[in-house]
């Protein structure tokens, strides 16, 4: 049914982290309480046939979404616009750099990039240049059949910033996980350690995993490998044999 409902993009960049989100309290749940395993079910059939599943999808973009421009800020700017700034970066090689420069400001009208190792250039007016050929390029990029490697680390960074972006949400339900795990072992095992049932303890270690993993795994470093892989396969696009070698205009 997700398949279904979501393309390949939608499914993993979107809906992913936030099923991952509620990954801990759902199978706790059904380890602690497997009498309610049913309902969950049916549940969970019924939120999907009401369109839940959009909605998750919605809300994990939205979160990732909002941390973005704080990520972008922290890694010193969007990864492709650092590339395509200046050279002494490190992060292209002077002839690559040049060459796709040298791409970009044939194919869009008006562009013109700025050396911003020249003491005179204007930084803000260079940086806008960078992003409006970026903006030229991801649109040209689009065709998924043409650039796939673009659109695979394009998916790969969208799942890991959204990741970032629900983290909050997923670890307030893996600690409140916990909390209701402890409180139905109390009851069932009238206070006695050795009386808690083993899915209880199971169910305490996937909950203690869940807030390790949203709290050591999932931060900004872990998005950052993959947004700037992204920018490195959307630049090298400039090389791809789909483009024409000149222009129509020049041909």
């Known amino acids: 049914m997700i398949g279904n409902i979501f393309d390949p993009y939608d499914r993993k960049a979107r809906l992913y982290p936030a099923l991952l989100a509620m990954l801990v309290p759902v199978v706790a749940g059904l380890l602690i309480v497997p009498a309610y395993s049913n309902q969950v079910i049916n549940l969970t059939s019924t939120a999907v046939a009401l369109g839940g599943l959009m909605l998750l999808s919605s809300?994990?973009?939205?979160?990732?979404k909002r941390v973005e421009p704080?990520?972008?800020?922290?890694?010193?700017g969007a990864p492709t616009t650092q590339m395509l700034l200046q050279h002494q970066s490190g992060l292209l090689d002077h002839i690559t750099f040049q060459r796709y420069r040298r791409f970009l400001e044939m194919r869009i009208s008006g562009l013109k990039f700025t050396d911003v190792e020249d003491a005179s250039a204007d930084i803000k007016n260079a940086t806008v240049a960078c992003e409006s050929s970026i903006k030229w390029l991801r649109e040209a990029t689009r065709d998924t059949s043409k650039f796939p490697l673009v659109f695979s680390e394009l998916t790969n960074y969208g799942f890991r910033r959204n990741l970032l972006g629900v983290k909050?949400?997923?670890?307030?339900?893996s600690i409140a996980s916990l909390l209701v795990i402890g409180f139905h072992a109390c009851n069932v095992s009238g206070g006695l350690l050795s009386s808690v049932p083993v899915q209880s303890w199971l169910a305490t270690m996937i909950a203690i995993l869940g807030v390790l993993f949203w709290s050591f795994v999932v931060t900004s470093e872990f998005v950052k490998t993959t947004a700037f892989a992204y920018?490195?396969?959307?630049l090298a696009a400039c090389d791809s044999p789909n483009f024409p070698a000149f222009p129509p205009s020049l041909v």
């Open 59 to 64: 809300l994990g973009r939205e979160r990732g």
């Open 168 to 173: 909050p949400a997923a670890i307030f339900l």
């Open 70 to 76: 704080g990520l972008f800020k922290e890694w010193g």
């Open 231 to 234: 920018a490195t396969a959307l």
